[in-house]
């Protein structure tokens, strides 16, 4: 047979069965000049397009079409899954970040600001006792000290880049403390030796204190609260977009399981029944973490942090009144701004009582003891008559009776000074404060309890959920073995 005579019957073949053409070698070209670039082209490519070819035939057959939607289902499920448990990780994570690095650092900048004001008030308070002062009064002014120098040291430790202006307000109290601390030492010093000049130490001192570090210690506690707050929002916010990741895998199996319906005339499959209600399992319990969580985790840490920064406030500036009502004595005259400093602080801790005695109708914390409210508001009251007391003696020119009711603590014949009042309510305020922080940070883990296991359970149901679809096509696929 001629070499004519066989090329026209290779032709006549490949025309005879034209649907095994595409199985057959790529053969080499026709142009000797190309021969060598189109080879490698061939090398590269044609293996990878034959591979897709044959892909694509058998994806038009039925077991190729059964094969190709549960690749699909395969991949949609595993993806689903995978977003919405990397997310319940990556907030467990940040809900925990929240609670022992966040909260406490406000805690701190709390510290901070109750220290300084407290330290303040009983340097004042000493500083008008008649003779040296009392030990017992300058341990607890050496301890406010160091509360505050340690509470500006936590209050940055969870800072990030972008809290420069906390780690400068820090910064600032740091470096004008130790001023501030020196100008009490002179004044205590020229006040032992009888100097005049001791009052401009002391007064100079307390407006450095109230004017400057004290606004400072001020915005970064509500720098650090404002943290708290816009953490706490944003991790208890509804997990949308992997909670529709999940919504579109069971949308992808209810068409699938039509679709299958429609091939093999086989209403249910019970693989892919098995599948859907392992989704819906995970959708419920995702939701039901989410709704825990914000229910827990944001209204009721609403609930809690409002009488939690009230309370904190009135504190502050009950301590402030204390320090100016003391002031009055140390410049032996009544100051006019000095009643209406009172009168403020009182009414601030009457609302932040109120506020607080309103969250306790919604919050069943153990932790919360109503009586405090009831003490503290008597020993408000107490305050009131005792600086009564204190500022028509100083007007009327009775010293000594006004430095007994400023400085005595613990009055031999029983009557209430207003040193023992104002002991007695920070003391009560200090309780609710600290009982409004553990309300709080219960919260927080309430939240956090809810978001534990999520990630894991989720993960662990869409992979059953891929298994039992595999396994539910395994007989449709058989069919056509």
């Not at 409004?436 to 959920?465: K, P, W």
Request: proline share 3%; hydrophobic share 40%; with cysteine.
């Amino acid at each position: 047979m001629t070499e004519q005579a066989v090329r026209v019957e290779s032709e006549r073949d490949e025309d005879a069965h034209p649907s095994d053409h595409w199985l057959d070698e790529v053969t080499a070209p026709s142009r000797p000049a190309l021969s060598g670039l189109t080879h490698r082209a061939m090398e590269w490519f044609a293996g990878p397009a034959r591979l897709l070819r044959r892909f694509y035939y058998f994806a038009s057959t039925t077991p190729g079409k059964l094969f190709t939607v549960t690749l699909i289902l395969t991949v949609a499920l595993g993806a689903a899954g995978l977003s919405m448990s990397q997310s319940s990780a990556a907030r467990h994570s940040d809900l925990d970040e929240l609670l022992n690095t966040t909260e406490p650092m406000s805690n701190a900048a709390h510290h901070l600001y109750s220290s300084l004001s407290v330290a303040d008030t009983i340097a004042t308070t000493g500083f008008v006792q008649a003779g040296v002062e009392s030990e017992g009064n300058r341990e607890r002014y050496n301890d406010a000290i160091d509360a505050a120098s340690i509470a500006a040291t936590e209050s940055v430790l969870g800072t990030t880049p972008d809290d420069a202006r906390v780690r400068d307000l820090v910064t600032f109290i740091q470096r004008e403390l130790p001023i501030y601390t020196a100008m009490i030492e002179k004044a205590r010093s020229n006040h032992r030796a009888g100097n005049a000049v001791a009052n401009s130490y002391m007064s100079n001192a307390s407006s450095l204190m109230r004017e400057h570090i004290l606004p400072a210690a001020s915005e970064l506690f509500q720098l650090t609260t404002a943290k708290v707050n816009q953490e706490q929002q944003k991790l208890t916010s509804p997990q949308w977009v992997p909670l529709s990741g999940l919504l579109a895998a069971v949308f992808f199996l209810i068409v699938a399981q039509w679709w299958l319906w429609r091939q093999t005339r086989r209403r249910f499959n019970r693989g892919f029944l098995t599948a859907t209600v392992l989704l819906f399992l995970a959708i419920f319990w995702v939701a039901l973490s989410n709704l825990a969580t914000w229910s827990t985790g944001h209204q009721g840490f609403e609930t809690a942090s409002r009488p939690w920064d009230s309370l904190t406030a009135s504190r502050i500036e009950a301590q402030q009144a204390r320090t100016s009502e003391t002031l009055a004595l140390v410049l032996r005259s009544s100051e006019e701004d000095t009643l209406e400093r009172f009168s403020g602080s009182v009414e601030s801790i009457e609302k932040a009582l109120g506020a607080y005695e309103s969250a306790l109708h919604d919050d069943d914390v153990e932790v919360n003891d109503p009586e405090l409210i009831h003490s503290a508001r008597a020993a408000t009251e107490k305050w009131q008559d005792s600086h009564e007391k204190l500022m028509a003696a100083l007007s009327e020119g009775d010293y000594d009776e006004a430095v007994y009711q400023a400085t005595i603590t613990d009055p031999e014949d029983g009557e209430t000074t207003a040193a023992q009042s104002f002991n007695e309510l920070d003391s009560e305020l200090s309780e609710l404060i600290g009982q409004a922080r553990i309300a709080m940070r219960t919260y927080l883990e309430r939240g956090l309890t809810a978001m534990t296991a999520v990630s894991s359970a989720v993960f662990l149901l869409t992979l059953c959920a891929i298994f039992a679809v595999w396994l539910g096509i395994r007989p449709r696929l058989q069919e056509y073995l």
